[in-house]
């Protein structure tokens, strides 16, 4: 049984392409998705694999020929049973139509051309039946993106699970399946008295991390923690820290070691709900948010178990400064089993962190204060104190471990004194 | 070759999904290539009398030079991952080179039939300040993805007489340029390197991480990707 090569679509306004080079001669034979031929069409050459193992029969057209899309180009004698796979090259979508905005001053607002709805509607779910939905999102697919080919442009199953299967896995693996979009409505427009901002791509990355995580059923704990002795250490060490090792001593590092350590003993926070399961981490990676001109950056300190205070104070001067010269390296933002944020440098006594992506749970470091507090039995004096505000997974933990493991910071926190040590 | 081996066994990577999306930018030394076709009579004299070796490669397009002071950008992506189509990453790659060229006060435009970047904004005149010729397959050979090799070289401060020894790309009424050409200025090719990654994250609208950091001097690949 013979299978004919036919010429795929390359491109949406492709009509034809030039044969550069066979690459398979008649007699010849040849695997399922082995190269077969290379066609040249408007300065691309394309490489298109065979969509059949067999034997090459005949070339029905030669090297420099001209052919229309869908022409004839080979027969193959196929191996009998398997079914011919699709081998035209990705067709465009109409997120990525929009790719390349016209030359234009760059202020232009990027956002209006990115993920528009497909076909133009406002979301897919009106032109779906109740069981595509579903299968819409079992799938992970947002039916707003789907161009549906039933009539009048209805969605129908195979529309979505083409959609599911030609790609939706662009972006990092998250162990949450992709929420729908909630936005019905079109993009406002700036007027005139308003400013269009253009995204970035580390805000498009921020904001698509951020509403992934908001689908995350998130709890929240805080703890106060007495850190009149962390606040006297640090006094009396700052200035020969910095002599020695050239860089400031901020109080970020003791609370790193803190969190770091408590880690080891509760080992629901450095996890991540899969699903079916919950993972646990055996290593102890800490994302640390950094603030940047750009936008929020959070590096990872790899092992942070394994590193002493100054360690992590030098750790996470040298992160710092390689994040905001924006000379990170891949290694250096994956991997991070557990967050921890310092907003107390905005002067923060409050605030509610959002869970990293594949992470269960986040926790802050507010800012420290002075303020009266009961000492002993019924004295008052003024105290240090300073609030972590933990974020968790709820479907990871409950209150208890969250809890748990804050006693357990805090514990640590309050232990620093002026004995305490450094390395 | 060296440069040719090191994308192919990237783009063979890249399709088993082993690395991310990658830029490699780099300079040449001295080469005339052309595609599949030949140099034909595109050749002004003989082979021997070029000054340079001449190596057909596996890319579109027609005869060109690449040299010294031309930067040479190679994007190894995976098309079907990135919901691309062939036509659309072309243009996408002119765009990403008329932003970086702007920002050195160089207008350009694209056109219809004309593969690459010229300068002005008339169709039909300005001149090649950058050629385009891009290889799509699937080098692992599975149902992976579609990657690309080969990519756009931008002329910043390349001696332009190499060019005359030949037709470029096979078009013998137009000239070709460069960024010195056009401005006077001789800009450092590591600095135009970030210039244009920042416009291919822009246009492609991806996160850029340099793991070596951008490159400090020639010959050097950086690597580029998505963390998205």
Known sequence: MAYTLTMPEVGETVTEGTIEKWLKQPGDKIEKYEPIVEINTDKVNVELPSPVSGTVKEHLVKEGDTVLIGAALATIDEVAGEKPADIAPPKPTEASAALAPAPAPPKETISATTKTAGNGRDDGANRATPRVRKLASELGVDLALVTGTGPRGRIVEEDVRAFAESGSKTGAATAVAQKPAATPHPPAKAGADEEAVALTPIRKTIARRMTESAAVPVAWLVIECDVTGLVALRSARKAAFEERHGIGLTYLPFAAHAVSQALLDHPYLNATWAEDKIILKKRVNLSIAVATERGLMVPVIHDADRLSVTGLALAMTELGERTRDNKLKIEDVEGGTFTLDNTGAFGSILSQPIINTGQSAIITVEAITKRARVVGDNAVGVRSVVNMCLSFDHRVMDGHQAGAFLQDVKRRMEAYGPDSGLD | ?228
């Not at chain 2, 991310?20 to 001295?30: G, R, V, Y």
Request: proline share 5%.
């Open chain 2, 1 to 228: 070759m060296e440069a040719w081996d090191l994308q192919r066994e990237l783009a063979r990577n890249r399709a088993l999904g082993e690395i991310p999306d990658t830029l490699l930018l780099l300079e040449h030394p001295p080469v005339y290539t052309t595609g599949r076709r030949g140099a034909g009579s595109n050749l002004l004299m003989t082979e021997g009398a070029l000054g340079a070796p001449l190596i057909e490669t596996d890319r579109g397009g027609d005869i060109t030079f690449h040299g010294p002071g031309q930067l040479i950008a190679y994007p190894i992506i995976d098309l079907r991952a990135a919901r691309l189509s062939v036509v659309s990453y072309v243009r996408s790659l002119e765009e990403t080179v008329m932003r970086t060229v702007r920002e050195f006060g160089i207008t350009s435009h694209t056109e219809c039939g004309l593969t690459g970047v010229w300068t002005g904004e008339t169709d039909g005149k300005g001149d090649k300040i950058a050629a385009i010729g891009v290889r799509v397959g699937k080098p692992a050979g599975s149902s992976g993805g579609w990657v690309t090799c080969h990519g756009l070289a931008l002329n910043v401060d390349v001696d332009l007489t190499w060019f005359e020894r030949i037709v470029p790309c096979g078009i013998a009424d137009r000239s070709v340029t460069s960024i010195a050409a056009e401005t006077g200025v001789k800009p450092e090719l590591a600095g135009v390197a970030g210039q244009l990654a920042s416009s291919f994250g822009a246009v492609f609208g991806r996160e850029m991480i340099w793991p070596c950091g951008p490159a400090s001097g020639t010959s050097e690949t950086t690597r580029t990707s998505t963390t998205c």
